[in-house]
């Protein structure tokens, strides 16, 4: 492991997660999946909230903290006592990062805050994660995501015209939050070697949130109104979108009028479709759509998926099936790409979590922590790195310290 380990860019970075639920838990992930050595900081009978969302694995374990605690180990530390603040003073001092997502102001009244803490070590990169601008009168508000993409226009962007307003399928700003937490991370690390100067880098769910928006928010600022919702549909390449087969979805993006032929001749066997004037152009297919889609609704309905996408690769068009997320996780796709790792579980057995999303040279970089159980670190950290004995780690844990 520790051969692995030092081949990865960011071996010999030691980050301390404060953070709890997904946003900073996803940022730490990242910088664990890029070598860096993560220690999480739990409550020791608690644990991170997630330890209790999701489906159950093991005893204190769910699939929704394994999702976002990869590539960690947990110690568990009250941070409401003195002790327990001590001890995340003195990991603090021999780290590299601290991220931590506090209600504003709380993590100051614990002594931990980006200032105190640079005190012990003046080079700290911290970052701090919170629902709302730091410096504006909502700073104390706390953050949700569904709260956020409301807010932030998001949901406004999803789904059909018909109706109403459609959170994503998953916490889309908090995900986004923690990869642009690491982005800036990254850079402060790249920073430090030339200034030696840390940084007190600070996030907020709603800003990522509006970044999400990206086009569709320049759209809304040109137009002085929101953009019109299609769903699955494009809102100016025509046909473009999620289509049925007769034995199930498929995506078809025709994205230019080249395509739109071979479309119709090749693949529907419409030629009649390409020489009506109204569809000879992308313009005039988006503007007559209410026409052209349901003569091609109705084509594709009566030929098997199969069939279509074999047409549809051979006549150079994108083009994909619609699959669930067990038949994705589980396709052949997946499975080639190394995308599923499947670890030792001391209760379960076995048990899955997802890779790292990246290659390194040509290499997926593997799992080399599975998510850990609750304090499942806290004696070899504390003795490892504070030098505290066990006699020590004894009285602390007897005292509900640790």
Not at 234 to 249: C, K, L, M, T
């Amino acid at each position: 492991m520790s051969n692995l380990n030092s081949s990865l860019p960011l071996a010999g970075v030691r980050v301390l997660d404060l953070s709890r639920v997904l946003a900073g838990p996803w940022c730490a992930t990242v910088l664990g999946d890029l070598g860096a050595e993560v220690i999480k900081i739990e409550h020791p009978q608690r644990g991170d909230d997630t330890r209790d969302w999701g489906l159950r694995v093991g005893s204190t374990q769910t699939s929704y903290f394994n999702s976002a605690n990869r590539n960690k180990r947990s110690v568990t530390v009250d941070l409401q006592t003195a002790e327990g603040q001590q001890i995340v003073r003195d990991l603090a001092k021999q780290s590299d990062v601290v991220i931590q997502n506090f209600k504003f102001g709380g993590v100051e009244k614990m002594g931990l805050g980006y200032e105190q803490l640079k005190q012990v070590r003046e080079d700290l990169i911290y970052c701090s994660i919170s629902g709302y601008d730091r410096t504006g009168p909502e700073a104390t508000r706390p953050g949700y995501d569904l709260v956020v993409q409301g807010e932030a226009g998001l949901m406004a962007l999803n789904g059909e015209a018909s109706q109403p307003p459609l959170k994503f399928g998953v916490a889309a700003v908090d995900l986004f939050t923690g990869m642009y937490s690491a982005q800036a991370i990254l850079a402060a690390l790249f920073e430090r070697q030339r200034t030696r100067k840390g940084r007190h880098i600070e996030m907020a769910l709603f800003d990522c949130g509006l970044m999400i928006t990206s086009y569709y928010g320049l759209e809304a600022l040109m137009k002085g109104e929101d953009p019109l919702r299609f769903g699955n549909a494009h809102p100016s390449i025509v046909p473009y979108g999620v289509f049925n087969a007769e034995d199930g979805p498929l995506v078809i993006t025709v994205g230019n009028n080249g395509q739109y032929e071979r479309f119709c001749r090749e693949v529907i066997e419409r030629p009649d479709l390409v020489d009506d004037e109204r569809f000879r152009t992308n313009i005039g297919r988006a503007e007559n759509r209410a026409t052209l889609l349901p003569e091609i609704d109705r084509e594709l309905g009566r030929r098997k998926r199969q069939d279509l996408l074999e047409r549809l690769r051979g006549a150079g068009i994108p083009c994909g099936e619609v699959l669930g997320v067990h038949e994705a996780l589980t396709s052949k796709r997946a499975t080639d790409a190394g995308l599923v790792s499947t670890h030792d579980h001391p209760e379960c057995g076995s048990a899955s979590v997802l890779a790292p999303p990246y290659r390194l040279d040509g290499v997926r970089p593997p799992v080399r922590r599975a998510p850990p159980q609750l304090g499942e670190g806290t004696a070899d950290v504390l003795n490892t790195l504070l030098g505290l004995s066990d006699e020590r780690i004894a009285q602390l844990k007897a005292a509900g310290v640790v």
